[in-house]
């Protein structure tokens, strides 16, 4: 990763967990944000030790809780009808940072033969009762087994995205697809919310992508970004949880208007909330 040009761009606060501050630094020639300092390891474990990381649990406690999840139903179906558009056949699929398995329980009821990897073992417990099955490390699979690899929400939280997408190209068959989804600090709603943008997620998000930044980065391992599609719920789920960081509550009517103006400016300049990256393994 090119450190040569760095400058500095946003102090962020974590919200969620912490409270502690992190500084964003803009990588010029990626256009790319990273998170100084990253804590790594067990120390960066401790960020993820909450009730209310919600990737990690299946709670409805609230009803934030039960519009994630409603939305997330909804996005399940259209993640299957998306892969399947691509790969009418049904192969290997691999999703790292399965969480709590029901991406891959949804593929394995559609055909496909599916496996996960999740660091969370509280989510891959929940996970396995699903009928999900996990390996450890990628390390323990072999070269050119997959036909899909998916990445939801995920590449920002790994430690070393260079040596990341070596891995995702060994393992992924000659004209495999990949689909990498993640946060667009480029978006209207990153704009509007400056520090308080949800989905800067600090430190648990480690780095920041741009479309340029995603098209770079797999481009050095010759592997083709072919299509980027918006996840347009994504605009609205993060405007009301910015909304509760800016101003101590979730305020319903704002966030939805923040998401309808994010969404609706999208159009014009194509920088969604978040965007989905369909890569192709040539």
């Known amino acids: 990763m090119d450190a040569t040009s760095l400058k500095p761009y946003l102090s962020v606060t974590d919200f969620s967990v912490s409270k502690e501050q992190f500084e ?9 944000l990273i998170t100084t300092p990253q804590p790594m390891g067990a ?14 649990t299946d709670g409805k406690r609230s009803f934030f809780e039960k519009i994630y999840h409603f939305i997330k139903n909804i996005a399940l179906k259209n993640k299957r009808t998306l892969i399947n558009s691509y790969h009418t056949e049904k192969g290997r699929i691999l999703d790292i940072g399965a969480g709590t398995g029901d991406f891959l329980s ?32 990628l390390s323990e699979l072999e070269d050119d087994s997959f036909d899909v690899i998916t990445m939801w929400h995920v590449l920002e939280h790994v430690p070393n995205p260079d040596n990341q997408i070596i891995e995702l190209k060994r393992l992924l068959k000659k004209g495999g697809s990949l689909f990498v989804a993640v946060p667009n600090f480029n978006s209207y709603d990153a704009k509007h919310y400056g520090k308080y943008w949800a989905a800067f997620d600090v430190p648990r ?23 980027i599609l918006p996840m347009k719920f994504d605009a609205y789920y993060v405007s009301l949880l910015s909304e509760k960081y800016k101003n101590g509550k979730m305020n319903f009517f704002q966030a939805f208007i923040t998401g309808w ?15 989905i990256y369909i890569i192709k393994n040539e």
């Open 205 to 227: 998000h480690l780095w920041h992508f741009s479309k340029t930044a995603i098209r770079k980065l797999f481009a050095l391992q010759h592997m083709e970004v072919i299509k």
């Open 106 to 137: 949804y593929m394995l009821k559609d055909g496909w033969d599916a496996v996960g990897i999740e660091p969370n073992e509280k989510a891959k417990n929940s996970a396995v009762q699903k009928g999900v099955s996990f390996v450890s490390d």
């Open 43 to 56: 120390e960066l474990a401790k960020y993820y030790e909450s009730e209310d990381y919600i990737s990690h």
């Open 24 to 32: 964003l630094y803009h990588n010029e020639t990626l256009d790319m």
């Open 261 to 275: 103006r994010s969404n609706r400016k999208a159009k014009e300049h194509l920088e969604y909330s978040s965007h």
